[in-house]
């Protein structure tokens, strides 16, 4: 069974770096899409970032365009989220989660995601 | 990448249907059929409940389903039962080659 594991996640002041990681088990990782989506406390769902299965297609939201870095190590069966510059507002739950399949010849992507990870928690405060 | 719209709430007593609808744009819910709905129930991670608009996941009950007209995707919940309560959310690709999320729904049942 797929499982997700997010770690990384503290406290830290604005301006500063993070980096999360996670770690999947119980499926070929190097198959299937994977995103970051974030949960600011209280408030709703918002996507992040996605990499394609092979690593050579990444998106981002405008919101953390520019300071956010998505990479993946298919040896490792690890996701990342390099998170610099940051700011009170990206104080969220993060988690990681990850497409059905493989995506088919010619597509990058399925756009959902049927497995999350339980999450792993930034918090940017001075 | 402005959120696409949800009604912040929905209620329903059991036994009854409620739908719950998600508008976008012509630039992603409009122009794709790459809708989502996940719930949440507190403290947990987002559960998929629809792809593709009107697609179930395994283990899905067959009260949930999904449709879509222009810029409006909709989740209806048929038969609606206590452990429906939670958070859902849909998703939609967009031209921009993101993903974006409504703003959620909370669902109560009465």
């Known amino acids: 069974q797929a499982q997700l594991m997010e770690s990384g996640g503290g406290v830290v002041q604005p301006g500063t770096s993070l980096r999360l990681s996670c770690a999947a088990a119980?499926?070929?990782?190097?198959?299937?899409?994977m995103h970051w989506v974030r949960q600011a406390p209280g408030k709703g769902l918002e996507w992040v970032a996605m990499?394609?299965?092979?690593?050579?297609?990444?998106s981002y939201a405008d919101s953390v365009k520019g300071r956010f870095a998505i990479s993946r190590d298919n040896f490792k069966n690890t996701l990342y989220l390099h998170m610099n510059s940051l700011g009170v507002e990206d104080t969220s739950v993060y988690y990681c989660?990850?497409?059905?399949?493989?995506?088919?010849?010619?597509?990058?992507?399925?756009?959902?995601?049927?497995?999350w990870g339980k999450g792993t928690t930034v918090t940017v405060s001075s | 990448q402005s959120a696409l719209t949800q009604p912040a709430s929905v209620s329903g007593s059991p036994g009854q249907s409620i739908t719950i609808s998600c508008t976008g744009t012509?630039?992603?819910?409009?122009?794709?059929?790459?809708v989502s709905w996940y719930k949440q129930s507190p403290g947990k991670a987002p559960k998929l409940m629809m792809y593709?608009?009107?697609s179930r996941p395994i283990g899905i009950s067959n009260r949930f389903s999904g449709s879509k007209s222009g810029n409006t995707a909709s989740l209806t919940i048929s038969g609606l039962q206590a452990d429906d309560e939670a958070d859902y959310y849909c998703?939609?690709?967009?031209?921009?080659?993101?993903?974006?999320f409504g703003g959620g729904t909370k669902l109560t049942v009465l």
């Open positions: 012509s630039n992603d819910v409009g122009d794709f059929n790459f």
């Open positions: 989660a990850k497409e059905p399949a493989k995506p088919e010849a010619g597509m990058s992507h399925y756009f959902y995601m049927d497995v």
């Open positions: 119980g499926l070929k990782f190097s198959d299937f899409p």
């Open positions: 593709d608009v009107t």
């Open positions: 998703s939609s690709y967009s031209r921009s080659h993101t993903l974006i």
């Open positions: 990499i394609s299965y092979d690593g050579t297609d990444e």
